[in-house]
DNA sequence: TCAAAGCGCAACTCATAGTTGCGCGTGTGC
DNA sequence: GCACACGCGCAACTATGAGTTGCGCTTTGA
């Protein structure tokens, strides 16, 4: 019933803004280091490990050691789970709002125009 | 392109999961207090306050004075548009992944069972 | 063999969610 | 009319987590 039934790790997982970036530069590339994602975003290398940690944990992306570097790529299934809860959450509140959607739509084209 | 060119406020908003239990319960409801949330919640009053004034920044929610209460109702336009943009997230990582979406639901199923 | 690249670990800083305490306005009962 | 209780907002304090910095280990290449 709730929107709050899903699994919230995993919700929070793709919550944080940066990791949604990492996740869709890793979907890009294929795969990626610690030290390559950190060369296109804000933040430095030790932040993005840290992120991919919290990746890691949740089954989002999965790393291999190669030598002395540790490539890290998409878990597609996991991430096509994650897809699918966020498309839930968005048609439950659209099933609540009845068929408002229309509105926000013309709304939105509004704000475009 | 990439799925951080949405609104991030607006997404960070109902990123919380406090706050999207808070619009949950103001959608079922019809409106509410900071007082009437935070009792169903595990939080105190303030945070909820806190949480509304952020609600209330993106224009989720929209809260008007009546004696010496305060009730906040949902702008159901402004959470249709965020329902939009988790379905067009979720629907561009769909399209990323090509259709390995029905690998997702068979994996899904499997976890239940 | 030695320098540089890549990474992990640990301590530190800083921002922010949450709490506590208080005072002000607004109803309500006597 | 007045005191008391309810509901709220404001401000200071605390705690948790994201991000940085520094260091040392391992691996690679000349």
Known sequence: MS???VDDELWSA?????RRRMLDMLLAGGAGTATTLSAQLPITRQA???HLVVLDAVGLVHGTSVGRERHFEVDRAQLAKAAAQLEAVGAAWDARLGRIKRIAESIQRQRNA
Do not use: R
């Open 3 to 5: 929107a709050t039934s």
């Open 14 to 18: 793709i919550g944080d803004p940066t």
């Open 48 to 50: 993005v490990a840290k």
